[in-house]
């Protein structure tokens, strides 16, 4: 069998790296982007994460009970950790503080952005300021926050709790000057160089302690006794907040879509490391085309999350468009396939469904997966709108409890009912959903 060389023309797709990064980081969620970053960043020096870290001042360290707050803590820290979210506990109380529609809204927005430690992870403004809130209404409200338990959530950092604290406690003589220390002796303190503030203040060895022991009565990280190892965080991808507007007479609703691009926000992009590199030594051919790899895998990784952040967005209002109902009322979810989002947005469906993979969006009636929003539909006999499955359970539901308990309705009844509605559905369907509702069945449900 004799040998030959020929040439052929051939198609086939090339994925470049980077279109298998940008594809790749559709599919992170919020934390899983944030670690990717962190790892980037020990390995490229061009990329730098502003991540501040909240160390406890030196009068904390080692120090256990927290007297009255630390002693009820510990007590509910087995139970309430692992069966009530922090996020659970404030919504619960944000009821009873003196707020409008808006700013209970608001109040919801910024309780769900709290990290492990009950302070703030993004920045409080950036969240509210397009909503229309002044930056002094938005301190105000964190300030009305902090004050529900645990006391000092929605702060910043630590120091910010604890003078959120420290102005629950103005009955008790040393808090003025608790938070004097607070606010300009943070380094003495961190360092328990009590000879330095004494000197600086006048206070005498009595006075500082006094100051202490009601220091010490504070939690500089609130939110702790409420989180475990075991605890998943989920933080939101989307914001959508829903405001009830006035025109012309006539009621209708404003909603806002707003981005978490926290990530993006702690990203620098050190531009000048290669001549700060050059500048304290002469680099070798070798070296300068290593870095030239690392910038540009910098700003591939950015650009990345850039395009990853414009579809979320582009998805996210899309899908409000189609389920405007349910962000309003908080019911009736329209049936909805990637395919409607896919087309009205530009995308192909495989992207839609990479994008809305674990990303989650916060609304007035809690926090849901992106995914759940699409849903299944019954097809409709007279046009051709169809109906959600849950609709359909919520009809039979109705039916079930409207019946004459002496004479309970079968299944293939019920379905008759139904297809009178203009629903097309089969009595085995039917009695799936009555199963899947948990409601027995007709000779059972037979009162005599």
Same mark, same amino acid.
């Given at each position: 069998? &004799?040998?030959?060389?020929? $040439? ?11 279109? &298998? ?28 994460? @502003?991540?501040?870290?909240?160390? %406890? ?20 820290? #087995? ?22 529609? @808006? ?72 808090? @003025? ?28 060895? /009595? &006075? ?51 981005? #978490? ?35 540009? #895998?910098? $700003? ?34 329209? %049936?909805?396939?990637?395919?409607? =989002? ?54 039979? /539901? ?13 299944? $293939? ?5 139904? =297809? ?29």
């Amino acid at each position: 069998m &004799k040998q030959k060389i020929e $040439q052929r023309q051939i198609q086939k797709l090339i994925l470049t790296q980077s279109l &298998k990064q940008s594809i790749e980081l559709l599919q992170y969620s919020q934390l899983e982007l944030q670690e990717k970053l962190e790892e980037e960043a020990k390995e490229n020096p061009f990329i730098k994460i @502003k991540k501040k870290e909240f160390i %406890p001042i030196g009068i904390f360290e080692g120090y256990v009970d927290y007297e009255a707050t630390e002693r009820k803590h510990k007590a509910i820290e #087995n139970v309430a950790a692992k069966t009530q979210s922090l996020y659970t506990i404030l919504e619960e109380q944000i009821e009873y503080l003196n707020l409008s529609d @808006k700013e209970r809204e608001a109040a919801r927005i910024l309780i769900s952005s709290l990290d492990k430690n009950g302070f703030l992870s993004q920045d409080p403004e950036k969240l509210l300021k397009p909503l229309g809130f002044s930056s002094e209404e938005i301190y105000e409200l964190r300030k009305k926050i902090a004050s529900l338990e645990p006391y000092g959530c929605c702060a910043l950092n630590y120091i910010e709790s604890l003078l959120f604290q420290l102005e629950l406690k103005q009955d008790i003589s040393e808090a @003025k000057d608790a938070n004097f220390l607070l606010q300009n002796f943070q380094k003495e303190l961190e360092d328990k160089d009590f000879e330095a503030i004494k000197k600086k203040t006048g206070f005498d060895d /009595k &006075k500082i302690q006094r100051i202490l022991s009601l220091l010490r009565t504070l939690n500089p990280f609130p939110g702790l006794p409420y989180s475990n190892e075991e605890t998943i965080y989920i933080e939101p991808d989307v914001y959508v907040f829903v405001e009830e507007i006035h025109l012309n007479g006539d009621k209708d609703y404003k909603i806002e879509v707003i981005l #978490n691009d926290k990530t993006l926000q702690n990203i620098e992009f050190n531009k000048e490391y290669i001549k700060q590199v050059q500048q304290e030594k002469q680099l070798s051919k070798k070296e300068l085309e290593e870095l030239k790899k690392k910038y540009y #895998n910098a $700003q591939t990784l950015i650009h990345a999350i850039q395009q990853r952040n414009e579809t979320l967005l582009k998805v996210a209002k899309s899908i409000v468009k189609f389920q405007r109902e349910f962000f309003i009322t908080g019911k009736n979810l329209q %049936p909805l396939k990637l395919k409607d =989002i896919a087309e009205d947005v530009g995308l192909h469906e495989s992207t839609v469904s990479r994008i809305t993979t674990n990303k989650y969006v916060y609304t007035r009636w809690g926090i849901f997966e992106l995914k759940y929003f699409f849903r299944r539909g019954l097809k409709s006999i007279n046009k051709e709108n169809a109906v959600t499955t849950d609709k359909v359970k919520e009809l039979i /539901k109705e039916i079930i409890n409207n019946e004459d308990k002496t004479i309970p309705l079968k299944d $293939q009844e019920i379905a008759d009912i139904l =297809i009178k509605k203009g629903i097309k559905i089969a009595r085995r369907t039917v009695a799936k959903y009555r199963k899947e509702l948990g409601i027995p069945s007709v000779s059972e449900r037979k009162k005599i």
